[in-house]
């Protein structure tokens, strides 16, 4: 049987350091759908094209041919067979992926990637639109949060470690303008499924969060023991 876990929330909720940890403990596969529209947003970008104009970004998709794949466990997306690596993960190409993601035409085009994935595997797939449109039939959805600041304040710490210059007061005004905009979008907006478990992990620390989202939601909803 496969399992299917879904995990969806705002920016630096934490959801792919959680996803990846229970990934390793369960030992399936972890999905990070977010890279999938930072790579649509990186290749708009890269055309200068505005990726609000849905229009263009439309004409764009079949140029573009992206690709999840697996090296030694880790996930790899590669836009027209190449690996892009971290060129994805920049504060830039954040506010890309988030203005395509809200094109109807853009969530059309990566459907079927996300959930072809979830056919062959046993998942845990991190998102904004998981548990409401990727696999509504997950058997365990979780939605994490929590708060603006402590939110701010990992996402800073990550683009630090990547060398990537910026201010905890600028990452917290671009992530309220992107969860904003990601959960107010007319098509899929990142909002709660009705069925998914409210998980906030405000300043918890990542193992903490770990254990608590696995002997409290994840391993009772399976009937499972680890
Ligand atoms: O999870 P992330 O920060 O890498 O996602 C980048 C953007 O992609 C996010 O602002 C919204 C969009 N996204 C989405 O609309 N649906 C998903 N399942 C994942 C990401």
Known sequence: MLFQIAIDGPSGAGKSTIAKAVASRLGITYVDTGALYRTVGYYVRSKGV????APAVTALLPEIRVDLDYIDGVQVVLLNGENLGDRIRTPEISMYASAVSAIPAVRAFLLDTQRDIAKKRSVI????????????????????????????????????????????????????????DDST??????????????????????????????????LPKLGLTV
């Not at 710490?157 to 910026?166: H, N, P, Q, S, V």
């Not at 998980?199 to 193992?207: A, E, G, L, T, V």
């Open 50 to 53: 505005d990726p609000k104009d």
């Open 185 to 218: 979008r007319a098509v899929a907006p990142a909002v709660a499924a009705p069925d998914a478990v409210l998980f906030d992990n405000s300043w918890m620390k990542p193992d903490e969060c770990t254990e608590a989202v696995l002997q409290q939601i994840i």
């Open 125 to 180: 797939m991190d998102g904004r639109d998981i548990g409401t449109v990727i696999l509504p039939n997950a058997q365990v959805k979780i939605f994490l949060t929590a708060s603006d600041e402590c939110r701010a304040t990992r996402r800073y710490e990550e683009l630090k470690a990547k060398g990537i210059e910026t201010t905890v007061e600028e990452v917290l005004s671009d992530m309220r303008k992107r969860d904003h």
